[in-house]
């Protein structure tokens, strides 16, 4: 279920929806009904986070065909293998939620984008998104000059609720150029990106999701 070197995401049951803390650590093994993880790296600070013991986490992956996974489970003691790790309880199989597959959930979100043309005579070009997902992004580009086909890299600006801002890049092609409600818009699919940034995008859209069910419940 969970293959040593995974990327887990965590976050405290107790934090606040509006102010939650993240931390990311690595499955370093998993047996005896038990998932040992080296020691958590606040995501905000970079600093080793110390989780108290008993608390109840929950827990984020990717796993195979890039479906995104959470559970919840607790923390049960701090141990010492080869690094100092933590130990966590291995939920039932029935207990860990398939959230969403990447063959590409699609979010309707503003962010600010930063695109460079591949002629290096063209100024970069900063807008906002209208929606993103694993696999591309749409942006306004009203009267900036871009061609269907064209190839262009992207920065985005990822602002998350813990506070923590991920700047991704990606190469780009330009697949379609279309009008709607007086706007002109391009639509892009990524033709390189890092396996960190698209999971930090798969990650976004995920929280996106969370937050706009909580609206809807509230």
């Avoid at 860990?96 to 290096?120: F, M, P, S």
């Avoid at 929606?131 to 990822?158: H, P, Q, T």
């Amino acid at each position: 279920m969970l293959p040593v070197g995974t990327t887990l995401t965590i976050t405290l049951e107790n934090s606040s929806d509006t102010n939650r803390d993240h931390y990311r650590a690595k499955v370093i093994d998993v047996r005896d009904k038990h998932i040992f993880i080296d020691y958590p790296i606040d995501e905000v600070t970079k600093r080793t986070a110390f989780l108290p013991m008993d608390s109840i986490v929950y827990v984020s992956y990717i796993g195979d065909n890039d479906t995104v996974y959470t559970f919840k489970t607790n923390v049960v003691s701090r141990e010492k293998l080869t690094i100092p790790a933590l130990k966590l309880s291995l939920p039932e199989k029935q207990d860990v939620k398939k959230i969403q597959r990447r063959q590409y959930v699609r979010i309707e979100t503003a962010v600010d984008v930063a695109l460079q043309n591949e002629h290096a005579y063209k100024e970069p070009f900063v807008s906002v998104t209208l929606d993103i997902s694993g696999g591309g992004l749409s942006l306004i580009i009203n009267e900036y000059e871009l061609y269907e086909g064209e190839s262009v890299s992207v920065c985005l600006v990822l602002p998350f609720v813990s506070g923590e801002i991920k700047y991704i890049h990606a190469d780009s092609k330009v697949v379609r150029i279309h009008s709607r409600d007086q706007l002109t818009i391009a639509s892009l699919g990524f033709t390189h990106i890092t396996d960190s940034d698209r999971q930090a995008i798969i990650m976004y859209c995920f929280e996106k999701q969370r937050e706009a069910r909580r609206k809807e419940l509230s």
